[in-house]
């Protein structure tokens, strides 16, 4: 397993108790992975059709979510991410984040879902750390990162060896200072395509329901970071109370950058 290993459900005072997702062994491979993950995740070993689904199907080397056949994986050197890697909106997210060639800010993801802004940003330079508090996303993030840490690829390889899985509410941690916080909050259907929406629904249906991203917001404000980096949908209104340093927008998203003045940190915040 990983560097840094996951906090399980049972020793985690914040977990969220969206109820477990149960684990079904993939037919034909051997049942040691999918029995480790049932017994890291509290949940049942279970075959499907037992019950509705979403599950988390785990075989020998591989292992996504499943919900009437729409699948969700965590693969950083599938090809839809080394498309990704090429694509535009990394250029935007780098540039909201402060990525320039002599300098990779540490970053601390606060919504971490699947992993896909987290990677890109590893894949620029960053170190990040991704707080995931859905257990099962947790563990398919762990699983991706330990994946892409032997991946063929040497990129995929040295970016995943940037990043950190903690399972946990971010709204209960401490943000070493200087990082940057970056907050993607929602799962809108960000493309209209029949698989995204599908993915979409999987990871909804996940979620925790309640709304909490002005609680994030706040969160993130207390902290000690010097910017924080907040996606929404391209027309949505801004997240809390301040107003943005600037926005950087992409076709149907915008990336909100709030670039903190040392006036704007009490001093216990900096450390003073
Ligand atoms: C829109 S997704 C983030 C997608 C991510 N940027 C990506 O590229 O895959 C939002 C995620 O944040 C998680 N989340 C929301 N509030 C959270 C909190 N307070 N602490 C930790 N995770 C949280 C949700 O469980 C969900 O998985």
Redesign the pocket.
């Known amino acids: 397993m990983a560097n840094h290993p996951m906090q399980t459900i049972a020793n985690d005072p914040h977990r ?1 108790t969206a109820g477990p997702i149960p684990v079904v062994p993939v037919k034909g491979e051997s049942v040691r992975r999918a029995r480790a993950a049932a017994a890291q995740l509290s949940t049942l070993l279970c075959e499907r059709g037992e019950s509705p689904g979403p599950y988390l199907v785990v075989g020998e080397t591989d292992a996504w979510l499943e919900m009437e056949r729409s699948q969700v994986r965590v693969a950083f050197d599938s090809a839809t991410m080394m498309h990704r890697r090429r694509g535009g909106q990394n250029e935007l997210l780098g540039k909201a984040v402060g990525v320039k060639a002599s300098r990779q800010p540490s970053v601390w ?11 890109v940003l590893a894949d620029l330079g960053c170190r990040i750390t991704l ?4 257990p099962v ?1 947790a563990w398919l993030l762990e699983d991706a990162i330990n994946g892409a840490k032997v991946s063929g690829y040497d990129q995929v390889r040295e970016a995943a060896g940037r990043m950190t899985v903690r399972h ?4 209960y941690l401490d943000v070493p200072p200087g990082d940057v916080i ?1 907050l ?4 809108p259907a960000r493309k209209k395509t029949a698989a995204v929406k599908k993915e979409a629904a999987i ?1 909804q249906h ?3 329901p309640e709304d ?2 002005e ?2 917001w706040e ?1 993130a404000w207390q902290q000690p970071a010097r910017r924080i980096v907040v ?1 929404r949908p391209l027309r949505a209104p801004v997240l809390g109370a301040q107003k943005p340093s600037h926005a950087l927008a992409g076709k149907s998203i915008r990336f909100d950058v709030f670039v903190r003045q040392y006036d704007d940190l009490n001093p216990s915040q900096i450390g003073e």
């Not at 946990?168 to 709204?171: A, L």
Request: aromatic content about 14%.
């Open positions: 969220i993801d606060a919504t971490g879902g699947v992993g896909r802004d987290a990677f707080c995931e508090r859905v996303l946990e509410d971010s709204r970056y993607d909050p929602m799962f990871l996940l979620a925790y909490d991203a609680a994030l969160w996606k």
